[in-house]
Nanobody, 127 residues
């Protein structure tokens, strides 16, 4: 099993940036695909981005709203998967979660592919 902890959220002005980090403990993190999800007030949880396991060369994918603005990257030495958020707008305000699963290639289409979840970190974009 792997235990996850997301951090890095906060209050940022529109157009600003934040770096979220998902730290792992427990099993070898290399073997896990990791995804970031978010849930805005009153809305369904949605997938943001994911990175595949090292055996799949860390293949990444992004939701359409994240392309060109968000970047996901793995740091195996630190056992983290980071999500760099740029050009933030108020619609990005949400609780951001990281999740992990031993699925090889990651997917944004199925939350059930990720049985391990950490508590969320809140991102608020407001002037």
């Amino acid at each position: 099993d792997v235990q996850l902890q997301a951090s890095g959220g906060g209050l940022v002005q529109p157009g600003g940036s934040l770096r979220l980090s998902c730290a792992a403990s427990g099993s070898t993190f290399d073997d896990y695909a990791v995804a970031w999800f978010r849930q805005a007030p009153g809305k369904e949880r949605e997938a943001v981005s994911c990175i595949s396991s090292r055996s799949r060369n860390d293949y990444v994918t992004y939701a359409d709203f994240a392309k060109g603005r968000f970047t996901i990257a793995r740091d195996n030495a630190k056992r983290t998967v980071d999500l760099q958020l740029t050009r933030l707008n108020p619609e990005d305000t949400a609780l951001y979660y990281c999740a992990a699963g031993q699925i090889g290639f990651c997917t944004l289409g199925s939350r059930s592919a990720y049985p391990y979840w950490g508590p969320g970190t809140l991102v608020t974009v407001s002037s």
